[in-house]
């Protein structure tokens, strides 16, 4: 969702914009429509096979329930009008934002270290910015 708000700069820099989820095509779809994201493409990976190439961790009960995260998703809900909803999959998973080339490299990455570890879409978007331009310079 994040990301998604921010789709037509990314769209301007060349960037395609996707997740993966750990639910069905079913769930993929509901979770979709239920926050309007026309246009995003959402893959499923129930067996997190991805998470696990990414490198991605599972969390412990601190790094879920801390109180500093849990203040962070208070505020978030608060002001951004974003609540959480049900988990599908291992409830623990953390994820993370990984720019891929064309080819497949990944050329960055940021790898959630707790629940509420979501990096800017500014730092996003510059990393989509240089990848985009190695690959017209190439």
Not at 13 to 28: D, M, N, Y
Not at 72 to 85: D, N, P, S
């Amino acid at each position: 969702m994040q990301l998604h708000r921010d789709r037509e700069k990314f769209d301007a820099v060349g960037a395609r914009l996707a997740v993966i989820g750990q639910g069905t095509p079913r769930h993929a779809e509901h979770f979709i429509d239920e926050y309007g994201l026309d246009g995003m493409t959402v893959l499923v990976d129930p067996e997190r096979r991805t998470y696990k190439a990414a490198g991605t961790k599972i969390a412990t009960v601190d790094e879920l329930f801390a109180p500093q995260i849990v203040a962070k998703a208070l505020k978030i809900a608060a002001t951004e009008r974003l609540v959480q909803g049900r988990t599908q999959g291992h409830p623990a998973q953390l994820g993370g934002v990984l720019v891929v080339a064309p080819g497949g490299a990944v050329t960055w990455s940021d790898l959630a270290e707790d629940a509420s570890d979501n990096p800017p879409n500014d730092e996003v978007l510059e990393a989509a910015r240089k990848a985009a331009d190695n690959r017209r310079s190439a």
